[in-house]
């Protein structure tokens, strides 16, 4: 795909000096600090309906503050964005703090922007924001000379203004005013929003202008939303995190994002490792908590402890900007800032790099995240840090057992010796230390690549993680054991009864594209990259985007964004997709509102296919489709209205890779901003 890369490597031309502020990632220290286990968020207050379960209030901000990322060791600390409960600064924390809910008993959050200085003016992005994509774009400046949002803008420049949010809980079958619609984005409250923005989204909303609430109307300049998620679905890992129009891949490299913990009452009699963080649990007590969340992102820094995230297209190729000739939009149709796919150079985990956590010799339940925006993981554990030639590790045997997955509990308990993990999937997993003395190490590991995931072995298919740096992820020094553990045996663990969906009444097809440029190419020459007129022979300037789309006579129709609504699944119908990856490259697939269930896949031109994997064997939410196959899935939609599938390659998601779709009667389903 960055065929510039190795052109330029071919051609002996010498990358530019252009990241001096990088901070190498063999300068920071392992396993100095501890692991942090996110405390539980506080609610608000517990609203008490009649004829109806209590309701758990939150109000919850995102801001800005600082945060101790790399080691306390001397580096400084990030200025980062996360959740926190409002009027609670204590709860700022990166990842936030675990929302704890109880299924069928309903949470409703007020979800705050809170992103102003402390004179109320709002506080610019972090990160450099792209305002060529087809982005929320409160400022209205439309490439097509329209006064609206929800466009492409025309400037080159990054944008400066305040930060757009909408908060989507992943996974949660919820209606569509709660579901976090990236159009649907609010502004702070700020005393100095600039002249000619809008203070939300084009479908800006919430439930006080739905029928739970409908004396209280919100006209989307509160700087707030009210949502609510019902909660009732099976006991679930999901995460909640923003989702605003094409700036989600910076508004989650910032910060904000945390785990959702749905609990039933088909958990308690399971016997897992635990406890978790309790609600009321002090953040300064005691801390033995043997179900963990673990959250694993892949970051760089600079040298003063800030994030880095490119802030030119070049970076991708390799190259300086003087080395990039080429021209960009509105001028051309290559986006000037966005990256196609972002790789930190940093594993960081529950907001640390490289943490370490004590463990005793007995079973832990973790559920792992992949919260990094492009980074397939292959996780390990091992018992030496260092790989025992240049790449293999002598990994445990079977040491992960995962009861889990995004939507639930497997049909039965799975023994397995890595986790394959894409951008926003979970793994509910049991670990046993018990086989381990005080004083011994275990490391957490990670083969995956350090470039996007194709499918195939480490090693074998693509070269693994740098084993010094991205290679590794987090350390588990064994200590005594305090009492006995009297967590249920993985192996004779009986699971929640699995019900499998109906059968389906529609069958349809989907495509996913890699987008070249249309007036761009390029040759190598004087040791730069130089456009030159479009001809069959040049080489065209890409990806300049990713495209979800239908099939058309068996060939791939990409869409864009604005695009009318293709996928319009009856209310209540149960529906098969079959996802034509034609690609290159794996993409996980997210559908909003359902948990599905993965049917099978099937390379192009074969006849048979292939049984989904054990680990997602139960409900799914996220699906890896591989390059050059058909994936399958089942959903059923039974709430009516606007929801979106995309990539959860958030650099993907971002530029185009993401579509609206209707569930029920199209009425319900207003456009997109789009004219
Ligand atoms: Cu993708």
Known sequence: MPFICSLLLFLGISFSNVLADLLPAEDIPKYVDPLVIPPVMPKADTIMQQGGPPIDYYEIEVVQFQQQILPSTGFPKTPVWSYGAVGHPETRNYPAFTIEAQVNRPTRVKWVN?????????????????QTL??????????DGTTRTDCRGQSQE??????????????????????????????????NLPPGSDPSGTLFGDITTTDADPNNDNPGNLGYALFQYPNDQPSATLWYHDHALGITRLNVYAGPAGFYLLRGEEEDNLNLPGSAPKPDGNRQGPQKFFEIPIAIQDRSFNEDGSLFYPDNRAFFEGLSPDQLKIDFLPDSD???????????????????????LQVEPRRYRFRFLNGSNSRFL???AVTAAQPDNSTTWSNLTDEFVQIGADGGFLPQ??????????????????VDFSGFAPGEAIYLVNVGPDEPFGGGRPGVDFEPANPETTGQVMKFQVVPLTEPDPSANPDTLVLPSFEELGPSTHTRQVSLNEEESQEVCVKVQKGKVQQIGCSPEAEEFGPIAALLGTLHNGMANP?????????????????????????EDAHPIHLHLVQFQVLNRQPFGDDGSSDPQPWETGFKDTVIALPGEITRIKAKFDI????????????????????????????????????
Request: charged share 15%; hydrophobic share 40%; glycine share 6%.
């Open 334 to 356: 290559v986006p000037p800032i966005w990256n196609p796919e972002f790789f930190g150079n940093t594993m960081v985990v529950n907001g640390r790099t490289w943490p370490v």
């Open 378 to 380: 292959i996780l390990k």
């Open 640 to 675: 009516p209205g606007l929801y979106v599938w995309h990539c959860h390659i958030l650099e993907h998601e971002d530029n185009e890779m993401m579509r609206p779709y209707c569930v029920g009667d199209p009425a319900n389903c207003p456009a997109n901003g789009a004219p």
């Open 134 to 143: 087809h982005w929320a774009n409160p400022s209205q400046d439309c490439i």
């Open 559 to 583: 869409l864009f964004w604005e695009n009318t609504i293709t996928e319009n699944p009856a209310l209540g119908s149960t529906e098969i997709w079959e996802i034509y990856n034609f690609t």
């Open 413 to 430: 308990p799975v023994a397995l010796d890595e986790l394959l993990m894409a951008p926003a999937e979970r793994a509910d997993v049991i």
């Open 114 to 130: 809170n992103l102003v200085d402390e004179n109320g003016d709002f506080l610019p992005h972090l990160l450099p924001v792209d």
């Open 158 to 191: 990054t944008y400066t203004g305040p930060v757009p949010i909408v908060t989507h809980v992943h996974g949660m079958r919820v209606a569509p005013e709660s579901d976090g619609y990236p159009e649907a984005w609010w502004l702070p409250a700020a005393n």
